[in-house]
């Protein structure tokens, strides 16, 4: 009866593991984003509304011309607080550059939002998607999720997960997509 369970065990263990390989994401690291000699798939950037914190309304296409990281995140998301850290550093290191970082808060209350903004001392600037049709329109399954988007409204690279951005590689990209 044991060696019927293990194998049973061992069978399910090889097919999890085998649909996790043929189900992995393609190209959807940082690594691939910022490795030069892949042939990323430019896709047309879809336009999205959002506002910010003193109630601004703006759209995503107010911001072509720029280089753009989109940044989905909840108040509600642990590694969305530790990629807070990071991005406190990092948000600096962007002046200059032809760089526009939108952290778009996803069907927050105004209120948790501010709260979480003085909690965490956040001093950039963060947008508020409060219908979250923002993250239907680019199939946000995991938070945090980034999205980079070159100067024609184009996607050029997804980022699944928290990322330290103060790795060199993204400030290398941002910048080589800034220069084209």
Known sequence: MKKKIISIIVLLLIGAIYFLYINRPESSSLNAATDTTSQIKRIAAKDFSFQDITNSNYNLSDFKGKVIVVNFRTTSCSACDTEVDFLKRFMPSLDGLNVEFLPVFLDDNKSVIERYLQR????????????????LKYGIFALPTSFIINKD??????????????NPEVYDLLQRLANE
């Open 120 to 135: 965490r001392d956040i001093k950039f600037p963060i947008y508020w998607d409060n219908y979250g049709l923002s993250a």
């Open 153 to 166: 409204f184009q996607v050029v690279g997804k980022i699944p997960g928290a990322i330290d951005w103060n």
